[in-house]
């Protein structure tokens, strides 16, 4: 039996994963009483006493918890952006490369990817790995996403009864176009130039969709290319050319831990949308599929296809 522990198991995240594993036959969840949850003494002893630990915790706490490990058994899995770029730590994104999934594979340390960075790499690494797309590239993109993406608070905002009418309308966030999650997509892409990149909250629950728009870029090149990366993926696929409807919902793959991507356009001009859940592909169903792939299990083990 692996010994999991949650570190932050009551955020959004962590409760997704929580629930995914709590009926596992093959995982011992390690537990902590409410009073103890915020413990030092007693998170130091359950990090050190798991085979794997979640840490689903805001960036200084998760650099903490990683500090109170004192043995080189416990594999972290770490869901915050503290790690992401950082060297040691693999990039928790297999579909990649088998690079990637080598690393995932043996490593301690595994960065979970950001929601809108999942759904950018996606689009955007395969094009820049065979040449479709050059480095030196200044990319545009924008991100839809629900809003159980930011956590208790802004739920609880969102679904109180006198919230703000405001709520009803779409939210562009970010606008000092210096969101947390662009260094890991510069990095994983190896672009040279940081994307233009705009977040958007809408008034539903999960769900994302993640455009990346290529001018001057014929979609038949692009969709040839991200057809024949992730041929033969079980959690990340390609639609057919001009994609599954003539339409894009955000919320189309809610509940579910795989990502569709698709490629819309023509021989001038070209776009490509990732759609996926914001809490599955984006968060917690990465980082269960990493867990899988740690353990030497069918990567989709326990998630929802």
Not at 8 to 17: K, M, N, P, Q, V
Not at 89 to 109: C, D, Q, V
Not at 278 to 287: D, E, I, R
């Amino acid at each position: 039996m692996t010994k999991v522990f949650i570190d932050g198991s009551a955020g959004t995240t962590g409760l997704r994963i929580y629930d995914r594993l709590s009926s596992r036959k093959d995982i011992t969840l390690l537990l902590l009483p409410e009073e103890q949850r915020k413990d030092l003494d007693q998170r130091r002893r359950m990090l050190n006493t798991a085979d794997i630990a979640f840490l689903c915790l805001p960036d200084p706490a998760a650099v903490e918890a990683v500090s109170l490990i004192e043995n080189d058994h416990t594999a972290i899995i770490d869901t915050s952006t503290a790690h992401r770029t950082s060297e040691g730590w693999a990039y928790g994104f297999p579909e990649l490369s088998e690079g990637h999934r080598e690393a995932i594979r043996t490593a301690k340390r595994i960065a979970n990817p950001g929601c809108h960075a999942s759904g950018f790499i996606a689009g955007v690494y395969p094009l820049t790995a065979h040449g479709v797309v050059p480095a030196d590239s200044l990319l545009t993109a924008y991100s839809l996403t629900g809003y159980s993406g930011g956590g208790k608070k802004l739920i609880a905002e969102y679904e109180h009864p006198g919230r703000d009418v405001r709520h009803e309308s779409y939210r562009i966030y970010g606008t000092n176009l210096r969101h947390k999650h662009l260094p890991e997509m510069v990095k994983v892409c190896g672009l040279e130039k940081e994307p233009v990149f705009s977040p958007i909250l809408g008034d539903f629950y999960a769900g994302m969709a993640t455009s990346v728009l290529l001018p001057g870029i014929d979609a038949k090149i692009v969709w040839e290319c991200l057809s024949d990366h992730y041929a033969g993926q079980r959690m990340v696929t390609v639609a057919p050319l001009g994609g599954d409807e003539s339409v894009i919902y955000a919320s189309t793959y809610a509940g579910k831990d795989t990502m569709r991507i698709q490629v819309s356009g023509h021989a001038e001009q070209c776009m490509v949308t990732a759609i996926f859940d914001n809490l599955g592909k984006g968060a917690s169903g990465a980082a269960i599929q990493n867990m899988n792939i740690l353990l030497g299990l069918d990567e989709t083990t326990g998630l929802n296809l």
